[in-house]
T-cell receptor, first 112, second 114 residues
C-alpha cells in the first residue's frame, strides 16, 4: 500500500518569506505524487505533479517540489509567500484504479 | 472547456434515508472517481468508474454505490444514511485510469445527516 505523511498540521509564515510544507511518502514502486490546494469553501486545485520525468517539479503560482528518493520526501516550497496562499495543502500519492491517497493536510497561515 | 460540476451544492438528510449525488465530468474525460472528505480530514477514495463499470473501490461499505452513464456523468448513491456520512463529497474526472492521469475535482456536495 502507498501512503503519505504530512509532517506539519499547521505552518505559519510572514508574507514575503519562504514557504516549506513537508511530505514523506511510502511506496514499494515508483510513485505518482501530487500537491493539491483547497481554499475555504472551494474544490481541490492541482498545484503540481511528479510522474518520474524530472525530480524538480514546477507548479502554478510559483510553487515547486523536489522528489528525493533517498529521503522518500516530496516537500513543497515557494520563495515568497503571498496572502492569497493561505489555504489547506494536501500531499497526495497514487491514482489509477486504487484512487488517490491524501495526507491529512497542512494548514498554511500567512501573517501580514 | 467545462470543468467538473456537482449537484446539489448542499443537502440535508435524516438518518436512515437514501441520497443521490450527481457529477458531470470534464469534457473528454471517461473516468470518474468519488471521494469523501470529513471535516478537518483529507479526502478518502470511495470508488472509481471507467466506461460505466466500477474498476476500483476504497474501504467503504456496499451501501455506497455508483453509476456512470454513457455521457460519462456519474451518480453516487448512499443508502441507510448514518450520522458519520456527514461530509463533503467530491467527484474527480480524468482522461483515463492511469496513475499518471491528473484527476480534476469538482466543488463538492456538502451532505449533512441529522
Amino acid at each position: 500500500a502507498q501512503s503519505v505523511t504530512q509532517l506539519d498540521s499547521h505552518v505559519s509564515v510572514s508574507e514575503g518569506t519562504p514557504v516549506l510544507l513537508r511530505c514523506n511518502y511510502s511506496s514499494s514502486y515508483s510513485p505518482s505524487l501530487f500537491w493539491y490546494v483547497q481554499h475555504p469553501n472551494k474544490g481541490l486545485q492541482l498545484l503540481l505533479k511528479y510522474t518520474s520525468a524530472a525530480t524538480l517539479v514546477k507548479g502554478i503560482n510559483g510553487f515547486e517540489a523536489e522528489f528525493k528518493k533517498s529521503e522518500t520526501s516530496f516537500h513543497l516550497t515557494k520563495p515568497s509567500a503571498h496572502m492569497s496562499d493561505a489555504a489547506e495543502y494536501f500531499c497526495v500519492i497514487g491514482g489509477g484504479a486504487d484512487g488517490l491517497t491524501f495526507g491529512k493536510g497542512t494548514h498554511l497561515i500567512i501573517q501580514p | 472547456e467545462t470543468g467538473v460540476t456537482q449537484s446539489p451544492t448542499h443537502l440535508i438528510k435524516t438518518r436512515g434515508q437514501q441520497v443521490t449525488l450527481r457529477c458531470s465530468s470534464q469534457s473528454g474525460h471517461n473516468t470518474v472517481s468519488w471521494y469523501q472528505q470529513a471535516l478537518g480530514q483529507g479526502p478518502q477514495f470511495i470508488f472509481q468508474y471507467y466506461r460505466e463499470e466500477e474498476n476500483g473501490r476504497g474501504n467503504f461499505p456496499p451501501r455506497f454505490s455508483g453509476l456512470q452513464f454513457p455521457n460519462y456523468s456519474s451518480e453516487l448513491n448512499v443508502n441507510a444514511l448514518e450520522l458519520d456520512d456527514s461530509a463533503l463529497y467530491l467527484c474527480a474526472s480524468s482522461l483515463a485510469t492511469s496513475g499518471l492521469d491528473t484527476q480534476y475535482f469538482g466543488p463538492g456536495t456538502r451532505l449533512t445527516v441529522l
